[in-house]
């Protein structure tokens, strides 16, 4: 391990709540050793994004709407991959984390602001689900792939999650 | 980012619309970026590289009939990974690419081969699901673990998606 | 490619029979290779790691008993992550495997071993599911997020799985 600050990038595509929380795990990790992070948020990834709080947003069409309604807003009504039973295994996970006093989603999306971790939001996904800037929680920044791939560029650990 | 030419390859393992989208989302922004960018199909993202109709090939074993008839041929025949609904997302989700003018996946493949995007189909997978080289789109090359190894080692950003 | 010796890491997230196995095949090609191959199993990825047979912990919570019992015990028992039809898929691709000579997963562990590969599990699964060191396979190392970290920083491929 090298005294060189590195960066990493993660794509997060995924929206189930285990796999966004690893993703902020190892984030939050490589931001304690002094890494830049960013975390690029693209499809189902976005729904970790979003505020949890309806959010009242004119000119949506009706496929804009339905896709909202449909996806989950914010990280605490992530569904787990596997195991889920209709919601009663993302509550067991929770009730575990908490046991073990592992922070929840919401807590590491805190911690990694508070370490610098730059979120971005994909902009395709924004357009295709139509989702606006103002459903989004604050401190996120807007990109396309051109940008991801500008930071990835400059990273020596990319992953897609 | 420098001017030097980078090279980027992708595992793509999953089959479903969703993430086979975001693969050549990423390849084809890197191919226009000038970087060298190869695709390895293995597993369910074979499928992508199915040609639509239907191939006649013999000398199949039943196991192997079955494998071909249960898998989906083709990008157009792909699920979503999420909110499917026996179908109706993956619809929806058609429906809201092209009001917002972004490429079906079939579209993105053909953008692919025009940018020298190297479409490889993975050699074990083909033995165990009985998939021949004619039932694959042109233009793809095949190619071993082994071989998608040696094309990583030289590129900066390697995911498996 | 170089002659250089060069490393690689993958974190191994996923607990399905297929991406396990795809996890295990690169690995193994990359060993074969004469890379140093450190593979992080995380969630549902330590699944593949624990042993078939109930071992007997004392000192379990009732929730860190249900998972233990919800959760599959070894490679044998992974399911796919797709065409899964209640075991029948799985079936049908270790049969499919096993006519095209391609190594189970419990084989490939094997030979994975044999070749040096470092098998990793991740501490804070470990917790947080109330699985035990005995309760995984002999030969297993424990790391948190940071020492996977070091491990991908050392390393030119990096892969989520």
């Known amino acids: 391990m090298s005294d060189t600050k590195t960066k990493k990038t993660m794509v997060v595509f995924s929206g189930e709540m285990d796999k966004v929380l690893a993703a902020f795990v ?8 002094g890494d830049d992070v960013t975390m690029f948020f693209t499809f ?3 729904n970790a994004l979003r505020r949890p709080e309806k959010v009242k947003v004119s000119g949506k069409s009706t496929l804009e709407k339905l896709f909202g309604l449909m996806m989950p807003r914010g990280p605490a009504s992530l569904q787990l991959s596997r195991m889920n039973f209709a919601g009663a295994g993302s509550w067991l996970m929770k009730r575990a984390m908490a046991a073990h006093k592992v922070a929840t989603v919401e807590e590491m999306i805190g911690i990694a602001k508070e370490q610098g971790v730059r979120l971005v939001a ?5 357009d295709v689900m139509g989702l606006r800037r103002e459903e989004l929680v604050d401190g996120v920044e807007l990109a396309g792939a051109a940008g991801y791939l500008a930071d990835a560029d400059e990273a020596n650990v990319n992953l897609f999650i």
Do not use: E
């Open 44 to 46: 189902w990834g976005l």
């Open 122 to 126: 994909c902009t395709m996904t924004m």
């Open 26 to 33: 190892i984030a939050n990790a490589a931001a304690a050793m």
